[in-house]
């Protein structure tokens, strides 16, 4: 398999999902909450039959291998936030949920994830929530998220952001996420997908999942966020370690 090369100059804020979206406006009258009963019947089909799917997607795919998701086990009456490296544009929205099994798994996504013509109802009823491009609307996405934990679901993050394929490392990523777990005093664990050989020349995903991680509550909330992101960066970085096949390497270039 031949490797490719990407350049890049910018770790927090490039972009190579090859994607051309423009995305809506999340504003204050952006509805985050369905309470229409045909909308919940015809989510709860979706996502049965998205489920089967993302199953078939994976083992074909990828042949996705997860390791440590006993320990969501202990976890399923509460909810709870999964941090996940962004490393495929479909992929990622699919490997948290499988080994919830029955827990509702929601992801906070950017605009472009429910601007896309055709998708955009599949994506919300999918679980997605986008952030809010304006303070207008802030109120609403956190009290979605409130409502979706006190409902005993989770909630997956990307707290890299952007999406790079099949890269190999963690990317830096801010602390400013690790505030809803913290708010709202729930567990937080971290999936990291890594790539590695199988077959001759054939790549698969192996996922690691760790956790629960909790903050330092001796500490204020500002240092309780960077000590939680702190926790959860480096076990991702260790867990990249298993990464033994570079299908495309990342070269920075000034």
């Known amino acids: 398999m031949e490797q ?6 910018d770790e927090l804020n490039d972009e190579f999902s090859g994607a051309n979206i423009t995305p809506i406006v999340i504003d204050e009258n952006y509805k ?8 919940k019947i015809a989510s ?10 993302k199953r078939i997607y994976l083992n ?8 440590g998701k006993e320990k969501l086990k202990n976890y399923k009456d509460t909810g709870y936030f999964v941090y996940v490296n962004h ?6 929205t699919c490997i948290p949920s499988i080994p919830m099994l ?11 994830n429910v601007s896309m013509k055709g998708l955009k109802t599949i994506v919300q009823m999918a679980g997605a929530i986008p952030i809010p491009s304006n303070k207008k609307a802030m109120k609403n996405f956190i009290s979605t998220i409130e409502r979706k934990i006190e409902e005993k679901s989770a909630i997956t993050i990307y707290p890299e952001a952007h999406i790079w394929p099949y890269c190999t490392k963690i990317r830096p990523f801010k602390a400013v996420s690790f505030k809803y777990p913290i708010d709202l ?25 760790d956790g629960p991680f909790f903050p330092d509550k001796g500490l204020e909330k500002k240092e309780q966020k960077q000590n939680l992101r702190d926790k959860v960066y480096n ?9 033994n096949i570079e299908y495309i390497k990342y070269i920075f270039k000034e």
């Open 4 to 9: 490719k090369i990407i350049y890049y100059k």
């Open 32 to 39: 985050y909450i369905h309470k229409n009963i045909f909308w």
């Open 44 to 53: 709860l089909v979706v996502n049965s039959v998205l489920f089967i799917i």
């Open 60 to 67: 074909l795919k990828f042949k996705v291998k997860y390791i």
């Open 87 to 92: 490393t495929q544009p479909l992929a990622d």
């Open 102 to 112: 029955f827990k509702k798994n929601y992801f906070i996504v950017n605009p472009e």
């Open 185 to 209: 005093e729930k567990p937080v664990f971290c999936m990291t997908n890594t790539y590695q050989k199988y077959s001759k020349n054939k790549i698969r995903i192996v996922t690691y999942i």
């Open 235 to 243: 076990c991702m970085v260790e867990r990249s370690k298993n990464n």
